[in-house]
């Protein structure tokens, strides 16, 4: 079987579409939610995540949240067929769902002088708990992510 393939470097290197630099800048949008909360919300972070129930009252917080919950079908499918595609077609899933979250839930609210005046802690977590599973498919796929661009 014989697959023609034009390389191109610009294409690898896009910023947009279903692509390797897309995804790992999709994470590193993420990972930056909780530390824009401020240094008391991220050193709490940990104990917040124990605390604070997460709460899907808007339609976009609920496809993020179900479409998190497919990971293990995912895991379990690539087990079964030996196909790795499906977990990028999964990744870049949850990138746009994750896109199309953030663009209607707010997650911090500032006012006009920049100042913090509210954090939607639920849906901060949402965020991690979305960073923390991207991270397992860039693991498993043998992509080194990175905290910052």
Known sequence: YRNDYTFSFDKMLEDRG???????????RIRSIARNCGTEFYANLE???????????????????????????VIERILRDLHLHHLCEFLYQVAT???????VCYC?????????????ASRVLLCEATAAIMEQCFKILGLKTLHRI
């Open 47 to 73: 104990k917040i995540k124990k605390e604070t129930p997460i709460i899907l009252d808007h339609e976009k917080e609920w496809k993020l949240a179900k479409m998190l919950t497919q990971f293990p079908d």
């Open 97 to 103: 769902t994750f896109t199309e979250f953030y663009d």
């Open 18 to 28: 279903n692509t390797a630099v897309y995804l790992l800048y999709a994470l590193t």
């Open 108 to 120: 911090i609210e500032k006012n006009k002088q920049g100042e913090i005046v509210k954090i939607n």
